[in-house]
């Protein structure tokens, strides 16, 4: 049996307030038939992985512009493990140069990231694609 | 329509026109050809008047840059208050001639390094301020009384203000030879860009004790620096960004004159900052229709005296968002474009975006260029030869006519809600900015709106790697360790004095600009002094909408 | 899924695995399972009360659950909430925000925050809205909070679900005439006035009052309390007032009364849903026959298909 609908969340972790984007993505997801669970402001990753368990999301999405894009996704990423929810997958946005990228992939910091001029349509399709995969049946 | 111009129009519809749309960046559609006909409204005196002359559409000043140039002002900071003072004195040295300060995160919401949620956050986008001490640091050796300073600074601007005029106090230099800026503009963050901590009336509170005291103590200081940058930042349109700041221009004075001052002991020091974006015409005329709409509202409905308290003198930055981290090196191109229209819209001050700072903080090279496009456009386009070229120009009139009228629109519809703070209280802004923002992105990815780099002209090969600006995490710790030295070797009891009685005032009615001085000068740090107003004034909720 | 794994996960939802609940709220929100889960869930719940708040959107519903669940905490009380907000009916995603004013909590573990979109379903809460209910008391959470959507209008559905009923306006913009001409009135055992530092806020209650007194006959009468949570005030007459009110019920005999009308509507609504299934089955086969369907009358052609298909009637 299929889940009928994919959960995200979206959050914004750090101290600045810039969530032009990431309600931009939230709206689009919505568009695309997906539950958006959106965190709000200012959230520590403490706050947003509890949030993702009660929800019981598919994936974390962050929006991160405040520079601080190395702590706070291997943070994330510890404490879903720490909280048996590797099944969780994370993915971010915002102000985030190639080199650290390409760092955060592949120690496995996270799954996607997503830096100003990726569009929503970009967006929609990794995360279909990506559950679709690593999904299937989840009973 | 003259018939002149209809036989025009049959022979241009008789054409072919390339597939558009024919918008501005802000989805205003544009006619093919403007006439005489779209100003024949239009009187000269009583709609344009001559430089410095009501309603000063055409500038401010008699001269404007015949006169004087423009400030060229970097927004600057980053790491600790050692480095920035270092980047300060480079920057000086280059030829800038005034200082913004760019804070970090936990600066701008009134947390201390130390604290918790400043973790990861210290340095990174601005520089990290937690006391006077740190104050004293970024402007050792830079003469207080010879620069103008700008203070990118909100929900805590009181105590940063404070810090800045007891570190010139300090170096000898009494309060009213200081000339700058603090931002100070609560309800742009309520509208959009969100760094509050109190909620809005003992922010007005605190704003309304700011102009008192300013204008008593600190009278060549610019109290307030009324903001529609960063209403335009999270997707307002040209049109949203002028009303929504005005708006709250006006909603400054009446809190002024609510507060019992004289409109004008203190509309002369308000000040403005603007965004300007890639649509030039459009830009230029949001910057005409500003200070002729805050002319006539100042004279005509708050029934200012004074000529100064008139006019609408503004800082110009450009358009952060409409940077590109595809092609990153086409932001310079777009950068002059921006910064030419908020040149031809009379600017006061400028600071125009580094290429980079999509990415990161600016690197030092990157800087040079952005300034240097300043210096380019000042000494070398020969746009700054004579006083608001643009005016009479058919289509730029026509569109100034159209961006005061749509403000007007806004303003009543604003008042409907009670003005401001009722507005803010029923979300009115931030769904207009959302919807706005919303429009924009669809229209990219839709390919009606063309972004180049980004949804048309991309480069198959990747870009070269460029230097980007690191802050090595040592950055955090250092200034976590100086604050704790700087707990242990202060005097504790003097500290918790001066808290206490700021504590009392808050909870009165007093002016609280002498009380935070005074704790800043026992070094009470930042965060500190904002849990004592915390603890009296709550904190502000998030009112999410999409 | 066998159902010797289901029941590994059911185990631990009553040690009160947080990553269990979870997982268990979405199957019986997605029907995964979903007779299976709360027939072994059911037996040993629906001793706690559940109180819903509904109101107008913007009324402030969800600072109001906040600031209860706050009180419930200081006295160390285990919180479950449910908070339903409007699915898009054109994606059938939605976008569901009530956390941001529940964040006091966030990483509380004895406070579980379970957000919902209404999936197409009317009346304010969704289809499950009352076995996730019942999944949070298995988990352990003794205080049950409901939020519903705040439409203003057909939440009727909360009397079916929750026991205390909170009905929350503001002060002015008409609020109370709309409360009116909406019908949730008839729902309320509580009135809130929040946002009670706003102008008017007496008035409305006088209004109120004035309304109450006009419908006669019923053994509550429910209380009118001002609160304003950015001030901190009324907050804990509310408290006193939902313990008010569940204390009547009990006494009066009403809960009774109300647990076995609401397993009656619980049996319906399951019949419902496997008519439904039945139905759908049946219109397949039958849908065939409508080829000249824009050459015939529909009244017509219901009533042929019908008597064929059930030789009468």
Redesign the interface.
Known sequence: MKKTRIRVLVGKPGLDGHDRGAKVIARALRDAGMEVIYSGLHQTPEQLVEAAIQEDVDLIGVSVLSGAHMTIFPRIKELLKEQNAKDILLMGGGTIPEEDIATLIENGSVEALFTPGATTTEIVSWIEEKLSLSKGDVV | MSNNFLSWKAKYDAQKERKGPFFTVSSVPIDPLYAPGHTADIDYERDLGNPGEYPYTRGVQPNMYRGRLWTMRMFAGFATATETNARYKYLLKQGQTGLSVAFDMPTIMGYDSDHPRAYGEVGRVGVAIDSLQDMETLFQDIPLDQVSTSMTINAPASILWAMYIVAAEKQGVPAHKLTGTIQNDILKEYIAQKSWIFPPDPSMRLITDIFKYAKDNVPKWNSISISGYHIREAGSTALQELAFTLADGFAYVEAGIKAGLDVDDFAPRLSFFFNSHTDFFEEIAKLRAARRIWARHMKEIYHAKNEKSLLLRFHTQTAGCSLTGPQMENNIVRTAYQAMAAVLGGTQSLHTNSMDEVLALPSEKSVQIALRTQQVLAYETGVTNTIDPLAGSYFVETLTNQMEEGAEEYFRKIDEFGGVLGAIRENFFQQEIADAAYRYQKEIESKDRIIVGINGFVNEKKDDKMDLLKIDPEVERAQVRKLTALKQSRDNIRVQTTLTDLKETAQGTDNLIPKIMDAVRAYATEGEIIAVLKDVFGEYREQAVF | ?NKETLDQWIERLFDQD??AT??L???VE????RAYIMRSVLKQTGHRMVVGITGPP?SGKS?LVEALTKLYRDNDERVGIVAVDP??P????????D???M?AH??D?NV????M?T?GHLGGVTRSTADIVRLLEGAGYGRLLLETVGVGQSELEIMQIADTVVVVLNPGAGDGIQAIKAGIMEVADIFVINKSDLPGAERMKGDIEMMLNLSCGKTWRPPVVLTSV?DNKGLELLYDKIEAHQAYLLESGQRDQQRKERLHQEVWRLWEDKALDAFEIMWEATSGKLVNIDQEDPYEVAQRLWQERFKGG
């Not at chain 3, 997605?30 to 399972?33: A, K, L, Q, T």
């Not at chain 3, 054109?90 to 976008?95: E, L, R």
């Not at chain 3, 579980?112 to 957000?115: A, G």
């Open positions: 899924m947080r990553r979870a997982k709220i979405s199957w997605d029907d995964i399972e913007g600072s699915s898009s054109y994606s059938g995603g939605a976008i569901l925000g956390r941001i004013r964040q966030g990483t573990r579980f925050i379970r957000s979109g999936r950015t």
